[in-house]
């Protein structure tokens, strides 16, 4: 079973810019697509973006399209999201998981329940 290690999260003012990391154990980590998700106090976990194996499909929630980056290195073994123009909505603990895919996967939604492998999340703290 692989493991999963979130790191990068912090405080940072609104407009502000932060880079999370997840690295996994799995040697076999290019056969796995990658989800980043989040969960703020008192609210359920959403879906922020993810990627398939290959790298070439990435969906993103639209909350965060064009100021987030989801990006992979299967040589690293690691996933990062990059998140750029921060609003204090976007406080919450981030999750990064993966999911053993086909190839030919088609990927339409990031649904947190394909994901069977969770790291313990990283805190992120956007101050107004």
């Known amino acids: 079973q692989p493991q999963l290690v979130e790191s990068g999260g912090g405080l940072v003012q609104s407009g502000g810019s932060l880079r999370l990391s997840c690295a996994a154990s799995?040697?076999?980590?290019?056969?796995?697509?990658i989800g980043w998700f989040r969960q703020a106090p008192g609210k359920e976990r959403e879906a922020v973006a993810c990627?398939?194996?290959?790298?070439?499909?990435?969906l993103y929630a639209e909350s965060v399209k064009g100021r987030f980056t989801l990006s992979r290195d299967n040589d690293r073994k690691a996933a990062y999201l990059q998140m750029n123009s921060l609003k204090p909505e976007d406080t919450a603990v981030y999750y990064c998981?993966?999911?053993?895919?086909?190839?030919?996967?088609?990927?339409?939604?990031?649904?947190?329940?394909?994901?069977?492998?969770w790291g313990q999340g990283t805190q992120v703290t956007v101050s107004s």
């Open positions: 998981a993966i999911k053993r895919e086909i190839l030919t996967v088609e990927l339409k939604a990031c649904a947190s329940t394909d994901y069977p492998t």
């Open positions: 799995a040697s076999t980590f290019r056969y796995y697509g």
């Open positions: 990627v398939t194996r290959s790298g070439g499909t990435t």
